[in-house]
């Protein structure tokens, strides 16, 4: 049987995990038995499939979503001269896109209700950069938790300040905004997808740029693959012979294998069943955890969250400090994590001038925030042990 649900009701609940059946074995061992095995038709298949999945026109796979973030950048035109904004309320990664372009990274607080990139903070950082002619390149919003941002509203503020918008979408493949899915990139350039284990689909490793613009996605297609091509549309001569290939740009190594591939198209099939498991479980801890002192997500009206993480917030009423609840959690066998610690306080970033105090909603977030386990196998009694425990160290 399936020994990834075989956890007693005492062993740890982790914060997050993949499921993985029979099917996507099969199809890991079939792209194992073909012709490639690295990047080849299952790549393509792969592309094609959460293209059309999500709505938008071009997919370039590539082997993480911190890569997919990078050649997004590079893609969009972020370069040393530049800037790029995004969210302190996320993973380093949305952030370190820009310096490895060798831009300056800056932050835009967060929403104290949704947890995202205030759209509102945004537009007064905006008024404020454009009188010292300090516009961003690129703004990196993230869908927090799986829940959209407000990416309409970003939208319309690309097109009054002029700068491009790169949606972190990592954690909320299969979510929607006012019945448009996440990714069809209708308000934004470009977004990026993570097939990392714990989030909503996996490929092992794996990420994915998607856009409706067809250089910047032949762009990050080049600069996947050491800035190569082979098409001789492209090249600066007439090849001369089958063998010939040329270099145009810097690129990098960063492609997606095909027992990747295989593996994230196979999960693609359940991501609804995923899907709609994580909200079923999220409506349970929001209806057990209510009396509690917590503060509990919300999702915003016309938004299908996919909830990649179930997020609360000790409330200032709760008589327990967040360390102790965390380390208490982890020693009763649940593991609980923090989304996020506030990007800018991270060491490197101190080194770069940021300090605490830049960004208050974040921070406070950051303070008082504790992930709960969620994932489709969680069981209910799992679910409820963890209530159960949540219960008695907030009483
Ligand atoms: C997981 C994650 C990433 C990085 O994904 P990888 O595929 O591990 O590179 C980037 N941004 C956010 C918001 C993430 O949660």
């Known amino acids: 049987m399936n020994s990834l649900n075989s956890f007693t009701s005492r062993a740890p609940i982790p914060y997050a995990r993949q499921s993985i059946c029979r099917a996507d074995v099969t199809a890991v ?5 073909s012709e490639w095995i690295t990047q080849g038709p299952a790549v393509i298949a792969f592309e094609e499939a959460v293209k059309a999945r999500c709505g938008a026109t071009h997919a370039v796979a590539v082997n993480s979503a911190t890569s997919a973030l990078h050649l997004g950048c590079l893609a969009l035109g972020l370069g040393p001269a530049g800037t790029l904004w995004t969210t302190p309320n996320t993973f380093v990664a949305s952030a370190n896109c820009g310096r490895y372009c060798g831009a300056k990274v800056d932050f835009v607080d967060i929403d104290p209700r949704t947890w995202n990139m205030s759209a509102a903070a945004l537009r007064r950082k905006l008024v404020a950069a454009r009188r010292s002619s300090r516009i ?8 927090f938790a799986g829940q959209p941002t407000e990416q309409d509203v970003i939208m319309e503020l690309a097109a009054e300040f002029g700068f491009k918008v790169l949606e972190d979408a990592s954690h909320s493949l299969g979510g929607s905004r006012q019945g448009e899915p996440v990714g069809s990139c209708r308000w934004s350039h470009a977004a990026v997808l993570s097939f990392h284990p714990v989030k909503i689909i996996t490929s092992g490793e794996g990420g994915m740029l998607l856009t409706n613009d067809a250089e910047v996605a032949h762009r990050a297609a080049l600069l996947r693959s050491h800035g190569i091509t082979r098409d001789p549309r492209r090249m600066t001569r007439a090849p001369d012979g089958p063998w010939y290939y040329e270099q145009l740009e810097l690129g990098f190594n960063y492609r997606m294998t095909d027992l990747e591939a295989a593996l994230g198209t196979s999960q693609l099939v359940r ?17 057990a955890l209510r009396t509690l002192p917590l503060r509990l997500p919300t999702v915003e009206k016309g938004n299908l969250s996919a909830f990649h993480l179930y997020v609360v917030r000790l409330s200032r009423r709760a008589k327990i400090s967040q360390a102790t609840l965390h380390a208490a959690m982890r020693a009763e066998g649940i593991g609980v994590n923090l989304h996020y610690m506030p990007v800018h306080l991270q060491p490197y970033y101190r080194s770069l001038g940021f300090h605490a105090g830049s960004f208050p909603e974040a921070e406070r977030h950051g303070a008082e925030a504790i992930t709960l386990p969620l994932y489709p196998t969680l069981t209910e009694s799992e679910q409820d042990r963890v209530v159960r425990v949540l219960r ?3 009483r």
């Open 392 to 394: 008695r160290l907030l």
């Open 29 to 33: 061992t079939r792209a194992l038995q």
């Open 271 to 287: 991501l609804d069943e995923f899907i709609a498991r994580r909200n079923q479980l999220a409506r349970r801890y929001d209806r």
């Open 136 to 143: 961003p390149q690129i703004v990196v919003p993230v869908h």
